[in-house]
């Protein structure tokens, strides 16, 4: 089946500096990526997507490229704030078992004010 | 993005008691949800997916008797917990798809259960 692996698992950052967390994939067939933020007690929150066809997406200070010959997509956050502290998961559309999402295994990010 | 609403946020009860937690689909149609149980600084485990209207399929190792899920309309799936055990304690996690073909996912807040 999918298998997604993320890192790092955790990752410190001085506010105002970049961060980045990379995926990485099994399933050459999977077509959708999206990454989800999660703040202590709730649920994950889509902030960012993108599809096979698209090597890269920005949405304000959030972006997130995708190289589909290594099998690898990343997230970057610029310009980084105390609220962007959370545990970000990244996810790959699983299409060969009915279009389930399997999740990487997060990284709880600490922006440092 | 769309809403979607989960209930309760937070449930305890007694060993051997059964536990229903509802997900629903506020601003949308969702013929597929699917319920996530996730561990404490864990990744999210995809327990089954509910399509609505027929069975649910549950992923290999997940008790179908024991965590009984009902999609009986567009916008509500449930998730029912039965003969509760302290080991069931967990957060309990939905998401909802929009239908016709499209890939995006929209969760619920969670529900947190513990089992005494």
């Known amino acids: 089946g999918e298998n997604v692996e993320q890192h790092p698992s955790t990752l410190s950052v001085q506010e105002g500096d970049s961060a980045v967390i990379k995926c990485t994939y099994s399933?050459?067939?999977?077509?959708?990526f999206p990454w989800y933020k999660q703040e202590l007690g709730k649920g994950p929150q889509l902030i960012i997507d993108i599809r096979s066809n698209v090597g890269e997406k920005k949405d304000q200070r959030i972006a997130v490229t995708l190289n589909k010959t290594a099998k690898h997509f990343s997230l970057h956050i610029t310009e980084t704030q105390p609220e962007d502290s959370a545990v970000y998961f990244c996810a790959a559309r699983w299409q060969t078992a009915g279009n389930k999402l399997t999740f990487g295994g997060g990284t709880r990010v600490l922006v440092k004010p | 993005g769309a809403v979607v609403s989960q209930h309760p946020s937070r449930v305890i009860c007694k060993s051997g008691t059964s536990v229903k937690i509802e997900c629903r689909s506020l601003d949308f149609q969702a013929t597929t949800m699917f319920w996530y149980r996730q561990f404490p600084k864990k990744s999210l485990m995809l327990m089954a997916t509910?399509?609505?209207?027929?069975?649910?399929?549950?992923e290999q190792g997940v008790e179908k008797d024991k965590f009984l899920i009902n999609h009986a309309s567009l916008t509500l799936s449930t998730l029912t917990v039965t003969s509760a055990h302290p080991e069931d304690s967990s957060f309990y996690i939905c998401?909802?798809?929009?239908?016709?073909?499209?890939?995006?996912?929209?969760f619920g807040q969670g529900t947190r259960l513990t089992v005494v």
């Open positions: 998401s909802a798809r929009l239908g016709g073909g499209a890939t995006e996912a929209f």
């Open positions: 399933d050459s067939a999977s077509n959708y």
């Open positions: 509910s399509n609505e209207g027929s069975k649910a399929t549950y």
